[in-house]
């Protein structure tokens, strides 16, 4: 029994450790960009849903998910059902820390936002100063 608990706890660590590593890896973390973006437009930040979803930014006409470029694929399906949810368009602000490597990632994001008719913004670090 003390085996599995140890194993239990040394895997709960290294989980703890790769996100901690992947959210270093990052020049601001992702509630500085939203922040940053939200508020310059007048919008609302961390809308909580009934079931108690959070939706990244809410403006007048959009529910928008805020993501970094390699989670494209997660942030079309979590701004389509925000906007589902809120009756809103839906919204994806991709945070691009390196143009030259994430682009892939927007042309990919791109070519699906055009079937689902959600609209896509691009965000650096060079936009928060």
């Known amino acids: ?16 450790s790769c996100f901690q ?4 890896a990052h020049i601001y973390p992702e ?18 849903l009934p079931d108690k979803a959070r ?29 589902h949810c809120l009756n809103k368009k839906s919204g ?3 945070i691009m820390e390196n143009y030259d490597k994430d682009l892939k990632y927007l042309k990919r994001l791109t070519k699906v936002a055009n079937l689902h008719n959600i609209t896509v913004w691009v965000l650096t670090p060079q936009d928060l100063n």
């Not at 959009?62 to 906007?83: M, P, R, T, V």
């Open 31 to 48: 509630r500085t960009y939203q922040d940053y973006w939200c508020t310059t437009r007048g919008g609302k930040t961390e809308v909580r």
């Open 55 to 83: 939706v990244d930014c809410v403006l007048n006409d959009y529910a928008i998910e805020f993501d970094f470029a390699n989670k494209w694929s997660e942030s079309i399906g979590q701004s389509l059902y925000y906007g």
């Open 21 to 24: 590593a992947s959210e270093a």
């Open 1 to 16: 029994m003390w085996i599995r608990n140890g194993l239990v706890i040394n895997c709960f660590f290294v989980v703890v």
């Open 92 to 94: 994806i602000v991709l």
